[in-house]
Every structure is written in C-alpha cells, then in structure tokens.
C-alpha cells in the first residue's frame, strides 16, 4: 500500500481504498498511514456502525485514531492528514437504505456510494432463488432516492457506471463523482469480444477448415 500511494504521489493522483466490514478500523488506519487519502467502507449495515467508520479515522476525542509512522509521518502533519480524509460508506444493505437520512446526518461522512448488487441481494427472500430481473426496478429507483437524499444533505453520491456515456444519466441528476468500470468485467469483456471476433476470422480462413490454426486466448 506505501509503494502504491507513493507512485500515485509522483504523478499527483488521489487515491481511495474500499474496505470490507471486519477488521475495518485496522485496516483503515493501515491505508491513511500508507498515504490513502480517501476510504470507502463496505457492508455497513447500521447508523451505529456509520458512526463507528467515522471515529475510525479521526484522532480522539472525535475517534480513535491513532499515530500510525509507517511513512514517516510526524504527529503535526499527521493531524492534518487525518483531518483531509474522505469518509465514504457504501449503501448496499436494505437495513441502511431504511435509515439513510439518519446517515447522512452523521457529522464526518463525506460521500456515499450506491452498491446496486448487494443492495439487490439484501432484498431476497432467504430459501428462494435470487433472480435479479425482479428487483431491477425497485433497485434503480432506490439508487436514485439516494442520490437525490445525499445532494439535498450536502453529501456528495459517487455513482457506479461501466462507462462514459452511462455517467451522462447521473450528470444530469447532480451527481459529479463516479466509480467507472472493474478490472474483473473490463477483462471479461475484452475477453469475449476479441474471441468472439478472432473465431469469426478463424471460421472464414481456409486453413481452419483443414485444421491448421488453433484459437488460444489467454
């Protein structure tokens, strides 16, 4: 983590850091000692534990924040830099999205992220098969509420989109932060659209039909 900070440090790039629910507080302050200036917490599920992502990065006696050297750091500056960081939680859970107005109200939360998947999920009915075409509407009309509620807060929305053009939906909503594509689908996709278009080409080429060309795509 201080290599990665450190590279984008050289060339002036901003970083955040998405963090799972347990052990966050650790983790947290592992990432804003390595240089992170930003961090993003998942799978929150209460106001409480809102509140609790919040005292996890800011000295006492608003949090429990502590001095962390790994860079160097002098307690000065550390202050400081603990003070800049951008607290964002992700609302993915039904539980929180019910409680959301008294989230925003939490002091220290800069940003939320809207996370349409698990939100999804977190609408099921244990037991029963999960088909995702059934909430989409529900989902999306959700995600909007939450832009909208976060604006009208003073909380900034930081929206999900897979490229561009779909941002120009939020743009038009007020939204002005985005998370744009993931590295997992970016590969799938270029995955299938160049092997797809390479076995087109195979399938024409004389010699794949006498069996001397492979398609291997790594």
Known sequence: ?????????????????????????????????A??????????MTVEEAKECVEAVRLPPVGTMG?????????????????DIVVAIMVEKKSLMENLEDVLAVDGIDMIQFGPADYGLSLRTPGKPFVRADYRDKINAERDRAHRMAIDAGVRPRAEASSA????????????????????SIIASWCRQNGSRLREMLGRSK???????TNTLY
């Open 165 to 184: 053009e779909q941002c120009q939906y939020y743009i038009d909503r007020g939204v002005c932060d985005f998370c744009i594509g993931w590295e997992t």
């Open 207 to 213: 010699e794949s039909e006498k069996g001397f060309c």
């Open 67 to 83: 001095w962390i050297s790994t860079r160097g750091v002098r307690p000065r500056d550390w202050v400081k830099h603990t003070d």
């Open 35 to 44: 240089g992170f200036q930003a961090i993003l917490f998942a799978d929150i």
């Open 1 to 33: 983590m201080d290599n990665l900070c450190r590279a984008a440090e050289l060339t002036n790039t901003d970083t955040m850091i998405k963090i799972d629910r347990n052990p966050k507080d650790w983790l947290a302050q592992r990432a804003i000692a």
